[in-house]
Nanobody, 116 residues
Framework: QVQLVESGGGLVQPGNSLTLSCAVS????????MGWYRQAPGQQRELVAI???????TYGDSVKGRFTIFRDNVMNTVYLEMNSLNAEDTAVYFC??????????WGKGTLVTVSS
């Protein structure tokens, strides 16, 4: 019932910035927490950031001070602004809706590659 579609991934040079978007349809978006996770090759999926319905945020230790999560409840979209990117940020980034209709929902992911 719910669709989460990420966009904005691509190749970026170290030290530069990139902003990801996740468009959500089929849910009461404004009432729910939303998250970004990432998974690098050979690694477990890790938390990047969470934003609740009131705008409160939580960040993973590896991205604190560099990434910002924010949401637009009119456009039903959650964003991830990534600054000071380095090679360790290379991963597939996934949009997450923790609970809707009794289940967890994920986007298909968007690849971010940080390289010279």
């Amino acid at each position: 019932q719910v669709q989460l579609v990420e966009s904005g991934g691509g190749l970026v040079q170290p030290g530069n910035s990139l902003t990801l978007s996740c468009a959500v349809s089929g849910s009461n978006f404004r009432l729910h927490d939303m998250g970004w996770y990432r998974q690098a090759p050979g690694q477990q999926r890790e938390l990047v950031a969470i934003i609740n319905s009131s705008g409160g945020t939580t960040y993973g230790d590896s991205v604190k001070g560099r990434f910002t999560i924010f949401r637009d409840n009119v456009m039903n979209t959650v964003y991830l602004e990534m600054n000071s990117l380095n090679a360790e940020d290379t991963a597939v980034y996934f949009c997450n809706l923790p609970r809707w209709r009794g289940m967890e929902w994920w986007g298909k992911g968007t690849l971010v590659t940080v390289s010279s």
